[in-house]
């Protein structure tokens, strides 16, 4: 998690559904809140 947000969470994927990610990979799917998922769109950080 980048931030303490304990609310409005959501699914992020490291590797974006429209660059290939999937989540079928449990590495490839974390948690952030929605201002920073938000903020992340279609990134690879």
């Known amino acids: ?3 303490e947000a304990t609310d ?3 699914f992020d994927h ?4 429209s660059k290939g990610g999937t ?3 449990p590495e490839n799917v974390r948690i952030l809140c ?3 998922n ?6 690879i950080e």
């Open 14 to 17: 490291e590797l974006p559904f």
């Open 38 to 43: 938000i903020a992340k769109s279609a990134k």
């Open 34 to 36: 929605a201002r920073h």
């Open 23 to 25: 989540s079928v990979i």
């Open 8 to 10: 409005q969470l959501h």
């Open 1 to 3: 998690m980048i931030c």
